[in-house]
């Protein structure tokens, strides 16, 4: 009887597909291994294997696989359970959740790009179809697997590329150069082991004609340690050995021809840092042990439970010890989630003292070929127990998952939002423990309201740590209204009198400033002052931002650059200006105040690369920054000793954001960047500048009143039905034609209402109405708790299909957004 197997493809299409198995492939094929199938009429992709059968599909003819990538599976039956969860409940579809869970180098297609790697040198000997393809891609360095086939004449070399991946001779390429650590060394040592003193002589006279390589030799000897008696060596890698010889490789070579050196590889394993010297953790203090035992009682009642702690209560050292406690017992794995830009050295050395290589790190900005290394290494038998990682790891194999630690769980960078699957990973996360039977910690000093809502009313455990670790005062918060000092032409551009006095004051006493700006650029607008006229974006229904340094407007939607204009389109005015402060206008004008100060400024514009934020924070730990300028970016959970003066420029761009989290969200950013100021024995200072002085919830941040705020806010949502108390989906829909897109909008909009009646509302042209050339509607489902959200989704995909099938809405776009952020 035929086999067949159904395949998930990197694709957002909808459903899986079913090949045939040519016989020979037939063995071997389990549910969760890679498979090279045809798709169309000439591209080639991984598809993972969910089930082996012998029905042949109705209504069309199946194509065989072209070949099996692996003998054992790289998905795990419970992570395809989980991606089948995930596809279900954010409204995408598997292939979507494919491509997001696994990295690049795991899922090659047709389209893939690979690079040649300069530093790879072959241990065993290469097959010929191998040697072909790496001469051809060492001539013209990066190419796409397509054009690499033409060129070879073969159908299908994806097995081919993948193994010279596996072998790390060449790498898929990556939008970032990203510093690239090779898994096996080139060393060097002498061919022969029996050398004594004399014969070194001989040999250096040997080679009294060639200068060089008698250098290269006396280098070796030095570095090594030789002494022709029979001792302890230190190896020699051939790295060090050129460069600190200033010798090339074809001196080198000389002397392997020569018989008199050898090369020999070994492995030295990027992740498998052995040896680390690991320490106890620290004792908790009395309070830190209260909330220690109070989660681990929690835990016996309740799966997930909400760690209440102000910063630096010390929930880091909580922690700690909770994932010491998971894995007492051995074989047993915890998952310890951050948001991207928490996840810095400081907490992964902190891990590290105490877990050594029993610890795993998975980041999106490490290179492909290493988050490969750990998704391969945590299937093999000696998985990591603990992974510290980013929103992605809850993605990687985990055998047998006993706790998972959400920090930071109310920042909004835990949902995805572009491409799909637009998930939330402290909700993935709770979803991925509850398959295992794992238990969930969330922590964070300022919670969700959802969260906060969960954990009041018993359906999560609570517990609080209400005091900073050795009593650290939490900082005085002073507020300052810039719309009365502006009134009265006070205001030093962004700069009011006193935060100008405190911060001259805290560099008199050498202590550092931290300034908060919500916004990058120099300055989010420019306007003409003679009509008014505003540059927009071509493609996006945004005005550009005016970035000084690189003198070009840009669109923070699209990416798009654009000249500086000389003088306005619309008028001929040559008088332009600036209009409101971004990061880089503070940076300008903070030089000029304080010419003496060294002033950094951390927004996404400095840091591109990882190394480039991770040396922001080391030059301001270390005291070579007085004034650290950023964007929220400055307030994810980083641990400053010298910190005194935090200065909030302008509250309000957080609270006029027009979304019903806005004062949720402004409260948690202004809470967490006022946690930085303060020091041993010394409280820090907080000075809030705003314009609506006013507000409940400037009071709420300066008295660090979490409840009011909560409260306050419950009572909004309530009243005009949000979460907790109604589940969002938003509904989008796109098209290069707003006349197409109102029509189909408002025909769904008419079947959703069939269905769904008053919860339906739009639909609405969304703030940013228009992105990269397409035009956007939104609607919004709004559905009690009670309601079934099977059936909703059920019948939002059962309308959709509806809509796509209609002629006149073939290119029509439709996409959700399940819990919005
Ligand atoms: P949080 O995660 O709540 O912001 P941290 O765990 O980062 O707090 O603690 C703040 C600082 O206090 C860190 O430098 C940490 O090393 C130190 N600390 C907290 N608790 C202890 C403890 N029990 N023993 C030693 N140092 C501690
Ligand atoms: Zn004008
Ligand atoms: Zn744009």
Redesign the pocket.
């Known amino acids: 009887m035929k086999k067949y197997v159904d395949v998930i493809v990197p694709l957002p299409i909808a459903s899986q597909y079913t090949y045939s198995l040519p016989p020979a492939l037939e063995e071997g094929v389990q549910e969760g291994c890679r498979v090279v199938v045809p798709f169309g009429s000439k591209k080639f992709y991984t598809a993972i294997v969910t089930r082996v059968h012998y029905a042949a599909p109705e209504g069309y003819e199946t194509k065989d696989i072209e070949e099996v990538l692996d003998s054992s599976p790289v998905l795990l039956p419970k992570q395809l359970e989980f991606w089948e969860w995930l596809s279900t409940y954010y409204l995408c579809t598997l292939g979507d959740v494919y491509k997001a869970a696994m990295p690049s180098g795991m899922k090659l297609e047709s389209e893939t790009v690979v690079v040649y790697n300069d530093e790879f040198e072959a241990i065993h000997p290469l097959s010929d179809s191998e040697q072909r393809l790496l001469d051809l891609l060492s001539a013209d360095k990066e190419q796409c697997v397509t054009q690499l086939q033409r060129t070879v004449g073969v159908k299908n070399i994806l097995p081919v590329v993948k193994r010279l991946l596996d072998k790390e001779a060449i790498f898929v390429k990556e939008d970032l150069k990203r510093n690239y650590k090779p898994r096996t060394e080139a060393r060097v040592r002498l061919a022969r082991k029996d050398l004594d003193e004399a014969g070194m002589m001989a040999l250096f006279n040997e080679l009294s004609r060639a200068k060089k390589q008698l250098a290269l030799l006396m280098k070796y000897v030095e570095l090594s340690g030789w002494t022709g008696r029979d001792e302890h060596l230190k190896e020699v890698t051939k790295k060090e050995l050129l460069e600190k010889a200033g010798a090339t490789s074809t001196i080198f070579n000389g002397l392997v021809d020569k018989g008199i050196f050898e090369v020999y590889h070994q492995e030295i394993g990027r992740l498998l840092r052995s040896g680390i010297a690991t320490s106890a953790c620290h004792t908790l203090n009395p309070a830190q042990q209260t909330a220690f035992s109070s989660i681990i009682d929690s835990f016996r009642q309740k799966n997930v439970c909400l760690l209440h702690g102000v910063t630096s209560s010390g929930k880091t050292e909580v922690y700690i010890h909770l994932i010491t406690e998971a894995l007492k017992q051995g074989g047993g794995q915890v998952l310890y989630l951050l948001p991207e830009i928490a996840l810095t050295t400081q907490i992964t050395e902190r891990l590290k003292r105490v877990f050594g290589h029993r610890l795993g790190v998975y980041h999106s900005k490490f290179p492909d070929a290493e988050r490969v290394e750990i998704w391969q290494k945590q299937l093999s038998d000696e998985p990591y127990e603990v992974i510290l990682g980013v929103r992605s790891s809850i993605f990687l194999p985990f055998k047998n998952l006993k706790l998972v630690i959400v920090d930071e769980e109310h920042e909004n960078t835990y949902k995805q939002q572009d491409p799909a699957p637009r998930y939330h990973a402290r909700s993935s996360a709770i979803m991925l423990a509850s398959m295992y039977g794992a238990k969930v910690l969330l922590g964070t000093a300022t919670p969700s309201v959802e969260t906060y809502y969960n954990a009041t009313n018993g359906k999560y455990g609570l517990v609080e740590l209400k005091e900073r670790y050795q009593d650290i005062r939490l900082p005085h918060i002073e507020q300052v209204d810039i719309k009365e000092l502006t009134r009265q032409k006070r205001m030093k551009g962004p700069f009011s009198p006193m935060l100008v006095k405190e911060v001259r004051e805290a560099l008199d006493r050498k202590e550092q400033v931290i300034l908060f700006q919500n916004r990058r650029g120099f300055a989010p607008m420019i306007e003409c002052h003679t009509c008014g006229w505003v540059p927009k ?4 229904d ?1 005005s ?1 931002t005016y970035h000084k340094g690189l003198n070009q407007l840009t ?6 650059a654009y000249q500086v204009p000389r003088s306005c389109p619309a008028c001929g005015g040559v008088e332009l200006q600036h209009k409101g402060f971004g990061t880089e206008r503070i940076e300008d004008d903070i030089k000029l105040i304080f010419p003496e100060a060294k002033v950094a400024r951390m927004d996404l514009d400095t840091t591109r690369t990882r190394s480039a934020y991770e040396k922001i924070i080391a030059d301001f730990e270390q005291g070579k920054t007085d004034i650290l300028i950023g964007t929220q970016m400055v307030s994810k959970g980083l641990d400053f000793q010298h910190v005194s003066v935090v200065g909030i420029l302008n509250a309000d761009t957080m609270l006029n954001y027009p979304d019903f989290r806005s004062y949720e969200r402004a409260y948690q950013l202004m809470a967490q960047v006022a946690g930085r100021a303060g020091r041993k024995n010394k409280q820090g200072l907080v000075i809030l500048q705003t314009k609506s002085p006013d507000l409940p919830v400037i009071h709420q941040v300066m008295r660090n009143d979490y409840e009011q705020l909560y409260f306050d806010q419950l009572a909004e949502r309530q009243l005009f039905r949000y979460p907790p108390f109604y589940r969002l989906i938003y509904v989008y829909l796109k098209h290069r034609k707003p006349e197409v897109l109102d029509q189909a909008a408002d025909a769904m909009a008419q079947h959703l209402r069939t269905g769904l009646g008053d919860r339906v509302l739009g639909p609405d042209k969304p703030p940013i109405a228009r ?2 050339t397409l035009f956007i509607k939104k609607m919004v489902v709004k559905v009690e708790q009670s309601a079934s959200m099977a059936k909703v989704r059920d019948y939002l995909l059962a309308v959709q299909r509806v809509i796509v099938e209609d002629e006149r809405f073939r290119s029509l776009i439709v996409y959700y957004d399940v819990d919005p952020q």
């Open positions: 974006c071509k493609n996006c945004v550009l669109c923070h939607y699209c990416g798009c992105i990269q």
